[in-house]
């Protein structure tokens, strides 16, 4: 094994790899699969491989996730950035490009063996530079939730907006208020009332509105916003700052 990369020779190889992300049982998990050979046997990895000659780098991770996840549960799929730090593979030069992906909460795709989901929070040793990878992926959907409609990727088709609040403060990792989620959000057009309610569970309760995104592809809504945690609003009035 070549564990110096000034030994490395020839040209770089180049690699495609995934953080793909659900909100599951109230948490952020990211799909990871357990390495059986080395190198870094036993620790856990993202989903990804070897870019092929006649392929895009969109079209390679979506190859190499279909592997491990069924890629039409993909709601979202957007380039992260790419690693270049010559000593990140312990075999070769590679280069790497990276990819957040995010798969909504209904959704319960079926997994092999050696993958499972893991709470980003209570990440388990991981191999390379993947563990970096999983928590760039994870501010980059912190940012875009405040000033895109990207919580769409990670809704079922029909909510309640504590349900849709619920989504919002597993991937933010901060208590929002409900009332004024749903407030900002219909402000900047993001949703849409169904016309329909939920009836009550077994704890009683009054029926909840069932709600849904306007449009279930990307757009930014308002690029100076800013979702800040309930207790830092002002008086409660506001979970939103420019």
Not at 70 to 76: A, I, K, M
Not at 111 to 128: S, Y
Not at 141 to 151: H, V
């Amino acid at each position: 094994m070549v564990s110096d990369p000034r030994a490395k020779t020839g040209s770089a190889a180049h690699a495609v790899l995934a953080a793909v992300f659900q909100v599951r049982g109230g948490r952020l998990e990211v799909l990871l699969w357990e390495r059986a050979l080395d190198p870094c046997a036993g620790c856990w990895s993202l989903p990804g491989g070897e870019l092929a000659a006649d392929e895009t780098l969109e079209q390679s991770i979506r190859r190499h996730l279909a592997a491990k996840v069924d890629v039409r549960e993909l709601s979202h799929l957007e380039q992260l950035e790419t690693l270049s730090d010559p000593g990140r593979s312990p075999v070769r030069r590679e280069l790497a490009t990276a990819y957040l992906g995010l798969v909504p909460r209904d959704a319960e795709p079926a997994l092999p063996a050696d993958t499972r989901w893991h709470p980003v929070d209570g990440l388990p040793v991981m191999a390379f530079d993947h563990e970096r990878v999983v928590l760039a992926a994870r501010e980059r959907l912190r940012g875009k939730l405040s000033y895109t409609n990207i919580g769409f990727a990670l809704a079922p088709d029909t909510f309640t907006i504590s349900e849709l609040r619920d989504l919002y403060e597993a991937a933010l990792g901060h208590d929002l208020s409900a009332t004024n989620l749903q407030r900002v959000l219909l402000r900047r057009g993001v949703l849409t009332h169904t016309g329909e309610r939920r009836e009550p569970g077994p704890a009683g309760g009054r029926p909840a509105a069932l709600y849904r995104y306007v449009r279930r592809e990307y757009r930014i809504t308002d690029q100076f916003a800013a979702l800040r945690p309930r207790r830092a609003s002002r008086a409660g009035l506001g979970s939103e700052s420019s």
